[in-house]
T-cell receptor, first 117, second 113 residues
Framework: DTAVSQTPKYLVTQMGNDKSIKCEQNLGHDTMYWYKQDSKKFLKIMFSYNNKELIINETVPNRFSPKSPDKAHLNLHINSLELGDSAVYFC????????????????FGPGTRLLVL | GENVGLHLPTLSVQEGDNSIINCAYSNSASDYFIWYKQESGKGPQFIIDIRSNMDKRQGQRVTVLLNKTVKHLSLQIAATQPGDSAVYFCAETLSGGYNKLIFGAGTRLAVHP
């Protein structure tokens, strides 16, 4: 059974296009995240939603818009794609958002490899 | 072998040897630390974690050591196997910080038979 799944796995598109990446988790977690991994393998958080509410919004161009229709799904829509958006995008989930004394382990999806031409 | 994981260096070890992967974290207020393993073409996979009230934690073939004085974290893998070949990331976070993980640059572990 896949815990955190993402679609599509690969996405090749032209500059200026709009695209979406979808993420679903079947772990019953309350919190979901989007990370970007660049060509040097550096992983950086972009957004986080706790039970459909945005709680982390890093310095990301407003061409990126996350949407959480329910707590099991977190999608990422990217407008006007640029060459620099080429990266691997990972979705993750955790039990809670870390508002309590202790943090919770994050479980990652397999990634979506985005190539902008 | 040992290496400092700041610029995705490669640590090469022989199968059966012990591996030590090091990480310098950035925020002295961080209180939860995690090691992730990322195999080629896959997402990061949780290996082991440690909270700041501990200085050592052991799992199956893995041990994490935390030195808060010098903001240093290490991952020790005993009897390294070819299946351990991957990129290893340390990550830090802070209680009450909405579980925002700050990742280190990663270290590639290459295990040779």
């Amino acid at each position: 059974d896949t815990a955190v799944s993402q679609t599509p796995k690969y996405l090749v598109t032209q500059m200026g296009n709009d695209k979406s990446i979808k993420c679903e988790q079947n772990l019953g977690h309350d919190t979901m995240y989007w990370y970007k991994q660049d060509s040097k393998k550096f992983l950086k958080i972009m957004f986080s939603y706790n039970n459909k509410e945005l709680i982390i919004n890093e310095t990301v161009p407003n061409r990126f818009s996350p949407k959480s229709p329910d707590k099991a799904h977190l999608n990422l829509h990217i407008n006007s794609l640029e060459l620099g958006d080429s990266a691997v995008y990972f979705c993750a989930s955790s039990q809670v958002a870390g508002l309590t004394a202790y943090q919770e382990t994050q479980y990652f999806g397999p990634g979506t490899r985005l190539l902008v031409l | 072998g040992e290496n400092v994981g700041l610029h995705l260096p490669t640590l090469s070890v022989q199968e059966g040897d012990n591996s030590i992967i090091n990480c310098a974290y950035s925020n002295s207020a961080s209180d939860y630390f995690i090691w992730y393993k990322q195999e080629s073409g896959k997402g990061p996979q949780f290996i082991i974690d440690i909270r700041s009230n501990m200085d050592k934690r052991q799992g199956q073939r893995v041990t994490v050591l935390l030195n808060k004085t010098v903001k240093h974290l290490s991952l020790q893998i005993a009897a390294t196997q070819p299946g351990d070949s991957a990129v290893y990331f340390c990550a830090e976070t802070l209680s009450g910080g909405y579980n925002k993980l700050i990742f280190g640059a990663g270290t590639r572990l290459a295990v040779h038979p």
